[in-house]
């Protein structure tokens, strides 16, 4: 697998569904990017006949236009963050304002984009996003540069707007600021990252000890059958007790 840094190496992408500590699913992926997985987690569990779920919980990598799109389709409850979620959370406010009836954002200093065009993106997995490309043209000298965000190849600012993922996010923020979006939020880390700790330091399973995609999910697959197995022994000796 090619990691983030673009380096090649013998390595998989191991995807997991939990509820309650118990692992309800996996996928092996040979993608280094999360986000790119979860489209590919779930058709793996439909061709296994295995339930879809209700609802999905998921850290802010997962937020993409592709992922909420295909939450929608399965009609699977969606509670996946998005990138700025914790700031807006803590009250951190946009740096551009809009103003409809010119189609503009004014940012910083009173300094206006414009539209420029319309845009498309394909992504490796082959979705395609539209979005529209706003840009500045009086960036050169301007004293709030450093605060503005990042910048094309060239001096001034440019901001693209993806009124699909906007849509997708209003709906997914209704759900992670819910009663119960905020229940999941505070179980998630437990429910995933605990799995993992107990897989890497108390099993010191750190290597897929077999070769090739299709055996290492066998492998894979094998090691969480016996975590599970583990936690209902564990449970019916607290039951018992």
Request: glycine share 6%; hydrophobic share 35%.
């Amino acid at each position: 697998m090619r990691l983030k840094n673009d380096e090649l190496r013998a390595t998989y992408n191991v995807q997991t569904a939990t509820e309650n500590g118990f692992i309800l699913g996996y996928s092996v992926h040979q993608n280094a990017n999360d986000a790119a997985t979860l489209t590919d987690h779930l058709a793996q569990r439909e061709q296994l006949r295995l339930p879809a779920p209700v609802r999905i919980t998921a850290d802010a990598v997962y937020g993409t236009e592709e992922n909420y799109a295909t939450l929608k389709k399965n009609k699977i409850r969606s509670f996946l963050k998005y990138p700025a979620f914790r700031a807006e959370c803590k009250g951190k406010k946009s740096t551009f304002s809009y103003d409809a009836k010119t189609d503009q954002y004014i940012r910083l200093a009173g300094k206006k984009l414009s539209f420029l065009q319309n845009d498309k993106n394909i992504t490796k997995t082959g979705y395609v996003t539209s979005f529209k490309v706003y840009g500045c043209s009086k960036c050169r000298n301007c004293k709030f540069t450093n605060q503005c965000g990042k910048r094309d190849a060239g001096p001034n600012r440019v901001l693209r707007f993806n009124k699909n993922l906007e849509n997708f996010k209003l709906r997914a923020k209704k759900n992670l600021t819910s009663t119960l979006g905020i229940q999941l939020r505070k179980r998630r880390g437990n429910e995933v990252e605990s799995i993992f700790g107990d897989i890497k330091h108390n099993q010191n399973y750190k290597r897929v000890r077999l070769q090739g995609i299709v055996k290492a999910q066998l492998d894979i697959g094998w090691l969480f059958v016996s975590l599970n197995i583990r936690k209902i022994h564990k449970r019916q000796l607290l039951a018992a007790a």
